[in-house]
């Protein structure tokens, strides 16, 4: 689902807005190209596998296809092993016609082929989402969240309540996406890039809702309150065994969320490190290696662009493919069907290439670097240019399944040009689509046991199973059973179980029923698996404080784990005074370089952060660059507590901050329009590409970098060219005919009545911080802000036809239109 025009690539720049409108058209000199736009026939099912090519010691199976499915995005298995589908048949302009569905497939003769579908709910209309609980779904079809049931038992969802409403709809490809089940027992979604401010149906339009700009949500499935987390990448999220985070991007394809929004969220002073980074030791737009031929429309629109006879992104040096752009559903193996070796591996598909990658993870202190496994070549590659692999999933089988679109074209519709555009059919494909499992060699299905049926008994047990799908149902069905008697067998599980994820497992259900108690889990503190202990120390904030528990946690200042050791700095945030100075000073210590560590002391010193600037300061080992960087950082803290003493008291401004702009007047709308078509003469007048470079210097250059002057807060102009003059005019005198809302202008105004105004590149629990012009970014505590507002309006100014005359502006396009 992600195309390779990517929202993302225009910034702030006027020219990049007009681009990903996809508005004004810029006819290709009126060249019919059907000729050399042939449509692809599809491969059919019983024919598809021919067209795979797949890695040595695995294998392609097919498990469900047309008629029954189409148009899939997303499966979850219930735990009587049916496999639930979201199919998203109004991909990608037909939204509005209620034509997408949810199916529920059996395999009812056990050969791991799906063979019955029933028509679990219907008149959707862009669902990307679901999840099972309690007998019933949630489904994500933007912009609600609704809980469907069967509650008669014929099959099919009769009851449909709407849980959460105002998730974004503005890009088809950045919807909300990949829910999944945390060890916290809450439903994990991933909001994707187009935000929302979603709040509760009753609420109505006008009610308290809460902005989920840059940021994912969890949601607890029992009472439906949520909580902001860290992440909001495009499509793609997945959890590995231990609970760390990884999301993806259409030409990012593979980042790690490196600490939860809600520890940065104890303390409001500070200012912490982005929480994505990109892992890729090759890159976020890395190299691919399709065995597809290039699609024709993809390379007469490459073509095109780099001639400038249509508007566009000119991406890879001018090559149509060969790289990450529709990367999606990044998914940790978690599985117990493949090799031992291949858990933990990343698996991304980039649906624009046909292929499925993969990569290993090795740790790097407490980020992740993503190494490529296949030389040249990938994990899976189609020679059908129809597969278009958009998730994953871990499944009851302990294999890999893939959740292939299948569709001629997969592509954002606003980046296809009219000239070519008229020569496709999006819509071909929608009922079509397949499901397939990727197995190793000689792989031989177990028989597939409910889990429904499972005693209490059998579910604590199966907590400790080697495939994470049986562990995260198990834990599931206790959270929504709550049987008291599980909690023994739970705190035996955890001190007792032979498996490390068990005994961790056991921690978390202890915690979901409530029943979590300081002797159970302090004897997980010294566990002999450092993740377990890390958990234990994450838990800690569940139970009371206690003296012996605090003079325990100040023992682990020194384990062998940085992991732990970080997490342990944010969990003493809890404690008080000097135990909670010297831990930390402690902690730092050992890593004053990394600069996630220093975040996490930052956090968690709170009101002692005095304290703990007085004992570093007499400390004469404490030197150094990083070491400056972090006093300086703590003293900033210090300032920012002083000039808003009771902050902490106060109710987190987050959701009562944003103020959404007016719309655009009719009036203000023509008057815009009337100046463009009065200026379409400059581009028939004579023009002097000297006087157009220095116009772009004076009027241009502090947000835009053209032969090596300016600024790059846009994209580099050197290709403009590829633009089309109509569309640059247009873009320079009405830079908000429309709007990436990405690219939005925002306004801040502090506490003491700084006023700041910028794009958002960055947002979290305690900060944002704008980019403004002259590439400067400005972050900003969210404390200190009095108000944010959005202006509605692009970054770029109107009222340039006061600056500069037709003569200036033919000249400023002429100097543009031939830029290198």
Not at 25 to 42: C, G, K, N, Q, T
Not at 183 to 206: E, F, K, Q, T, Y
Not at 715 to 724: D, E, S, V, W
Not at 764 to 784: E, F, K, M, P, Q
């Amino acid at each position: 689902m992600i195309s390779m025009f990517q929202l993302r690539i225009t910034a702030c720049a006027v020219f990049a807005l007009a681009i990903a409108t996809g508005s004004h058209d810029v006819a290709a000199e009126d060249v019919d190209y059907a000729s050399e736009l042939p449509r692809i026939a599809p491969t059919e099912p019983d024919d598809v596998m021919s067209t795979f090519t797949v890695a040595d010691g695995f294998a392609m199976q097919r498990v469900a296809a047309e008629p029954l499915l189409a148009s899939p995005v997303a499966i979850e298995w219930d735990a009587d092993g049916a496999m639930f589908v979201c199919e998203m048949r109004g991909y990608s302009e037909n939204r509005d016609d209620g034509i997408s569905s949810i199916a529920r497939l059996t395999d009812t003769n056990g050969d791991g082929k799906y063979d019955t579908r029933t028509e679990y709910a219907s008149g959707l209309l862009w669902p990307t989402a679901l999840f099972p609980y309690d007998g019933g779904l949630f489904v994500g079809d933007a912009p609600d969240l609704f809980y469907m049931k069967d509650t008669d038992g014929d099959g099919k969802a009769d009851l449909k309540q709407r849980v959460l409403t105002g998730f974004g709809t503005s890009n088809v490809q950045g919807l909300m996406n990949s829910f999944r089940w945390g060890l916290d027992n809450r439903i994990h979604i991933a909001c994707g890039s187009v935000a929302g401010d979603i709040r509760l149906p009753h609420a109505g339009p006008d009610g308290a809702s809460v902005s989920i700009r840059g940021r994912d949500i969890a949601l607890n499935p029992r009472t439906y309150q949520f909580e902001l987390t860290s992440g909001a990448a495009q499509h793609g999220t997945s959890f590995d065994d231990w609970g760390r985070k990884f999301v993806s991007s259409n030409s990012d394809h593979i980042q790690q969320v490196m600490y939860q929004d809600s520890d940065i969220a104890r303390n409001p002073y500070v200012v912490p490190p982005p929480s994505r980074i990109s892992i890729a030791a090759d890159g976020p737009q890395a190299e691919v290696y399709r065995t597809s031929p290039v699609e024709p429309w993809r390379i007469v629109r490459t073509r095109l662009r780099v001639s400038g006879k249509v508007k566009g992104v000119v991406e890879g040096g001018g090559r149509a493919a060969g790289y990450f752009t529709g990367a999606t559903g990044v998914t940790i193996y978690r599985g117990d069907a493949w090799p031992e070796k291949w858990r933990g591996y990343a698996i991304v598909g980039d649906v624009g290439s046909n292929l499925i990658h993969r990569k290993k993870l090795d740790l790097n202190g407490l980020e992740f670097i993503a190494k490529r496994i296949d030389e040249k070549s990938e994990f899976v590659t189609s020679s059908d240019i129809w597969f278009r692999p958009a998730q994953f999933a871990n499944a009851p089988d302990g294999t890999l399944h893939v959740i292939d679109v299948y569709r001629e074209v997969i592509e954002h519709p606003l980046s296809l040009p009219a000239e070519i555009k008229k020569h496709l059919d999006l819509t071909a494909g929608r009922d079509r689509g397949r499901i397939y499992r990727i197995v190793p060699t000689g792989f031989k299905p177990r028989p597939f046991t409910p889990l429904s049926g499972f005693s209490t008994s059998e579910l604590v047990q199966t907590l400790a199973h080697a495939n994470a799908w049986h562990r995260e149902t198990a834990a599931r069905l206790l959270f929504e059973r709550q049987d008291p008697s599980a909690i023994g067998q739970l705190k035996k599980l955890a001190s007792d179980s032979s498996s490390p994820l068990g005994r961790m497992h056991a921690l978390y259900a202890l915690s979901g029923m409530k029943a979590l108690d300081e002797p159970t889990l302090t004897a997980r503190l010294s566990d002999s698996h450092p993740q377990v202990r890390r958990h234990a120390v994450r838990l800690c904030d569940e139970i009371e404080f206690t003296p012996a528990l605090v003079n325990q946690l100040s023992q682990l200042t020194d384990d062998p784990s940085m992991e732990v050791r970080y997490q342990l700095a944010f969990t003493l945030a809890s404690t008080r005074g000097d135990i909670r100075i010297d831990s930390l000073a402690k902690i730092l210590r050992q890593n004053p370089e990394d600069r996630w560590v220093r975040a996490a002391v930052q956090t968690a010193i709170g009101s002692d952060a005095e304290g703990l600037m007085n004992l570093l300061s007499q400390d004469p080992s404490f030197a150094g660059a990083s070491a400056d960087a972090f006093i300086k950082q703590l003293s900033d803290q210090i300032a920012a507590r002083k000039r808003n003493k009771g902050a902490d008291s106060k109710d987190s401004p987050q959701a009562k901050m944003t103020t959404q702009a007016k719309a655009r007047t009719p009036e203000a709308i023509a008057a815009r329009q009337a100046i463009v078509a009065k200026y379409q003469d400059a581009l028939s007048m004579t023009s002097d590409i000297e006087r157009g470079r220095e116009h772009f210097k004076k009027h241009c250059s502090t947000c835009h970098r053209v032969d090596e002057v300016g600024h790059e807060i846009g994209p580099n102009l050197a290709n403009i060219k590829a633009r089309g003059e109509d569309t640059v005019l247009t873009a320079v005198l009405d830079p908000n005919r429309e709007v990436n809302p990405q690219y939005i202008n925002y306004i801040v105004s502090t506490l003491d009545g700084e006023v700041l105004s910028g794009m958002i590149i960055d947002e979290g629990a305690t900060s944002l911080t704008l980019r403004r012009a002259d590439n400067v970014t400005a972050t900003v505590l969210r404390i200190d802000i009095d108000e944010l507002k959005s202006t509605g309006l692009s970054i770029m100014p109107e009222g340039f036809e006061d600056a500069m005359d037709k003569q200036a502006v033919a000249d400023l396009i002429a100097y543009l239109m031939q830029a290198s």
